[in-house]
């Protein structure tokens, strides 16, 4: 069963415009990460976010953690068409346990 | 560098088959984790391999086995396929110790009718 929630399931934006997805888990984490996945096929890395982080950038993204909360957010700035794809978090529980426990993602299509 | 490499692409089977999905790790990486991936669902942890041997399970039942090899390639097999065993299937490696970034494989999509 999935052990995380993205909010929203699907997103569509103009191109331009900023995407934020959202993510929460239940349990304690070591730390957070966020894939794309274009079309049903591999996931690509792109940004890992430890516990005691509270936030971070990689160019137009910038990733936040909410421990208190158990949340984290993914802001992708000035959309392109080619962000379009499915996002997903995935958290690891504890240190040495390298399983990934993923959410059940975002749809993102940015209009052209 | 090569990524992640997963054979075959595509795979058709009918109810009752077997199937074995081949991945071969990043450069450098020791360990494998494969994911199965429902159609509109995120991946979900199938087991781990390090060392050539299964570190973590996680809950799926024993139809499905692995295996890796001493160059860290990796075999994910099924048994007795389920119309529900049609999925997305994702090999991942990573270096052991290194809670971090898993680097994924293409996949291999399977269909059993």
């Known amino acids: 069963s999935q052990q995380g929630e993205e909010d929203p399931q699907a997103l569509s934006i103009q191109e331009g415009e900023n995407a934020t997805m959202n993510c929460s888990y239940k349990?304690?984490?070591?730390?957070l990460q966020w894939y794309r996945q274009n079309s049903g096929r591999g996931l690509v890395h792109l940004i890992l976010i430890r516990s005691n982080e509270r936030e971070k950038h990689s160019g137009r993204l910038r990733v936040t953690l909410d421990t208190s909360k158990k949340s984290s957010s993914l802001l992708i700035t000035a959309s392109r068409a080619a962000d379009t794809a499915s996002y997903f978090c995935a958290r690891i529980s504890n240190f040495g346990n390298e399983k990934l426990t993923f959410g059940t993602g975002t749809r993102l299509t940015i209009i052209p | 560098d090569a990524g992640v490499t997963q054979s075959p692409t595509h795979l058709i089977k009918t109810r009752g088959q077997q199937v074995t999905l081949r991945c071969s790790p990043k450069s450098g990486h020791d360990t494998v984790s494969w994911y199965q991936q429902a159609l509109g669902q995120g991946p979900q942890f199938i087991f781990q391999?390090?060392?050539?041997?299964?570190?973590q399970r996680g809950n799926f039942p024993d139809r499905f086995s692995g295996h890796q090899f001493p160059n860290y390639s990796s075999e994910l097999n099924v048994n007795a396929l389920l119309l529900g065993d049609s999925a997305l299937y994702l090999c991942a490696s990573s270096l052991a110790g290194r809670v971090g970034e898993q680097f994924f494989g293409p996949g291999t999509r399977l269909t059993v009718l």
């Open positions: 391999y390090y060392e050539e041997e299964e570190r």
């Open positions: 349990t304690s984490i070591n730390n």
